[in-house]
């Protein structure tokens, strides 16, 4: 039995291979956190506390790699060498290949316990933990994406502001009255570089339309469906017809364009507003707009706090148990918000911590509350990657005007399933 301590842990009957009975004795806990020397310092004062809380465990933290990026390659090397830890941060996307290493925990008789709380995880967060509905994780950082208009450009054009009932046809036509070529003013902006930016800017209204990514057995993809014809069909229409969207050429300069005053509408997160409000933008959020059927289902990319299987007792208890009290509602502030990011849990949405972050950042309790959009998590498969970048490339091409939407997301599920084939993460 895993014994209940601290802010959240869990007790339950042995669960295969996951956290087994508490041992005995000191113990090290090795955390690769990926992450910036700011949330690395947060991160290291949490172990410390957590440490001073259960002195017989130490929580040595260190980076990992340079970069978050880099973690997944330092753990596939590490896992042949045996020197992978205890828990490491990952990208939602790398879910399903952490999982194949068989090198991961399975915590999920671990999570049903009332105690958890697991509920209070978004959907597409505890999705993304669970690849194969094996619970690998916690998850570690949430977002979603919404709509962040100009105010000023709206008062101007003498548009009524955005709603969270907006429709995709509502967006169409402020997109177009928004726009000013004289003043090399946009409606809206869409990223081209062929990227996961340009990727996943797509899923919401492919989602909303009742498409899916992916086959049942998720071996082939199947975007190329009616739901994906529509969706990039309406995207094409507002860049080709309507000439109202800014074609980004990389994954920045549509956002230093709309903190400049020359786009009135972007479809983007809360990881923009610390720089919106530096740009002194007198700036608005809402929910995406629907097909008008009150469907608002955005995206999110949730991060993950993997945990790895040493065959060890104690390491495996002490793992969850951290893991579990750092996501915690009563300590997880101390991170995430600290760090500019979005509460974990439903149950912070109370906290004074949570009332001092949206005073700071306006529309970030809009972005909360959107996080009830997120209904489908974005695909973990190994292939994903491959996959993202044909269909990424397809849309561009499509909204540049050199594509027919139907032809152009076939090739990309044509590419994709190679992709696909050959599992590259």
Same mark, same amino acid.
């Given at each position: 039995?895993?014994?209940?301590?601290?802010?959240?842990?869990c007790?339950?009957?042995d669960?295969?291979?996951?956290?087994?009975?508490?041992?005995a004795?000191?113990?090290?806990i090795?955390?690769?956190t990926g *992450?910036d020397?700011?949330p690395?310092k947060i991160?290291?004062?949490?172990?410390?506390?957590f %440490?001073?809380?259960?002195?017989? /465990?130490?929580?040595?933290?260190?980076r990992g790699?340079?970069t978050t990026?880099?973690?997944?390659?330092r753990l596939?090397?590490?896992?042949?060498?045996?020197?992978?830890?205890?828990?490491?941060?990952?990208?939602g996307s790398?879910a399903?290949?952490?999982? *194949?290493?068989?090198?991961?925990?399975?915590?999920?008789?671990?999570v049903?316990?009332s105690?958890?709380?697991?509920?209070?995880f978004?959907?597409?967060a505890r *999705?993304t933990a669970?690849?194969?509905?094996?619970v690998?994780?916690?998850?570690?950082?949430?977002d979603?994406?919404?709509?962040l208009?100009?105010?000023?450009?709206?008062?101007?054009?003498?548009?009524?502001?955005?709603?969270n009932d907006?429709?995709w046809e509502?967006?169409?036509s402020a997109a177009k009255?928004l726009t000013d070529?004289? %003043? %090399? /003013?946009?409606?809206?902006?869409?990223p081209v570089?062929?990227?996961?930016?340009?990727?996943?800017?797509?899923?919401?209204?492919?989602?909303?339309?009742?498409g899916?990514v992916l086959s049942?057995d998720?071996?082939?993809?199947?975007f190329?469906?009616?739901?994906g014809?529509s969706a990039l069909?309406?995207?094409?229409?507002?860049a080709?017809?309507?000439r109202s969207v800014y074609l980004?050429?990389?994954?920045e300069?549509?956002?230093?364009?709309?903190?400049?005053?020359?786009?009135?509408?972007v479809m983007?997160?809360?990881?923009e507003l610390a720089d919106?409000?530096?740009?002194?933008?007198?700036?608005?959020?809402s929910?995406?707009?629907s097909?008008g059927d009150?469907?608002?289902q955005?995206?999110s990319?949730?991060?993950?706090?993997?945990?790895?299987?040493h065959q060890?007792?104690?390491?495996? %208890?002490?793992?969850?148990?951290?893991t579990?009290?750092?996501t915690?509602s009563?300590?997880?502030p101390e991170?995430?918000l600290?760090?500019?990011?979005?509460?974990?849990r439903s149950?912070?949405a109370s906290s004074p911590e949570?009332a001092?972050?949206?005073?700071k950042?306006?529309?970030?309790r809009t972005?909360?509350?959107?996080?009830?959009n997120a209904?489908?998590?974005?695909?973990?498969?190994?292939g994903y990657?491959?996959l993202?970048q044909?269909l990424?490339?397809?849309i561009?091409?499509?909204?540049?005007?050199?594509?027919?939407?139907a032809q152009a997301? *076939?090739?990309?599920?044509?590419l994709?399933?190679?992709?696909?084939?050959?599992g590259?993460s």
């Open positions: 039995m895993i014994g209940l301590i601290g802010a959240c842990g007790s339950s009957a669960a295969g291979r996951g956290p087994a009975a508490r041992a004795g000191p113990v090290v090795t955390v690769w *992450q020397p700011g690395e991160l290291e004062g949490l172990a410390a506390k %440490h001073a809380l259960h002195p017989d /465990v130490t929580i040595r933290m260190s790699a340079p990026d880099e973690l997944l390659p596939t090397a590490a896992f042949g060498a045996g020197t992978y830890p205890d828990i490491s941060y990952a990208y790398w399903s290949a952490l999982r *194949q290493s068989d090198k991961t925990l399975d915590l999920t008789r671990e049903a316990d105690r958890v709380r697991w509920e209070e978004p959907e597409a *999705q669970s690849p194969g509905s094996r690998i994780g916690f998850p570690a950082v949430v979603n994406i919404g709509l208009w100009n105010k000023k450009l709206f008062a101007a054009a003498g548009i009524p502001f955005p709603t907006w429709t509502d967006f169409r009255k070529p004289v %003043h %090399h /003013v946009f409606g809206t902006a869409y570089s062929g990227s996961e930016d340009t990727t996943w800017h797509l899923w919401p209204l492919f989602w909303q339309n009742g899916s049942g998720e071996k082939r993809a199947v190329d469906s009616d739901a014809i069909t309406f995207l094409r229409s507002m080709v017809k309507d980004s050429p990389d994954d300069k549509y956002i230093e364009l709309f903190t400049s005053g020359r786009i009135g509408m983007s997160g809360p990881w919106v409000l530096r740009a002194g933008l007198d700036y608005g959020v929910y995406l707009p097909f009150g469907n608002h955005t995206i990319a949730p991060d993950l706090w993997a945990l790895f299987d060890d007792e104690n390491r495996s %208890h002490w793992a969850f148990e951290f579990a009290w750092l915690s009563a300590v997880d991170f995430n600290a760090a500019g990011n979005l509460p974990l149950s912070e949570f001092e972050f949206i005073r950042y306006p529309g970030a972005f909360f509350d959107n996080l009830q209904k489908v998590g974005r695909p973990t498969v190994p990657k491959g993202s044909a990424g490339n397809a561009a091409l499509t909204l540049r005007g050199g594509a027919d939407p997301l *076939q090739e990309a599920v044509r994709s399933n190679i992709a696909l084939a050959k590259d």
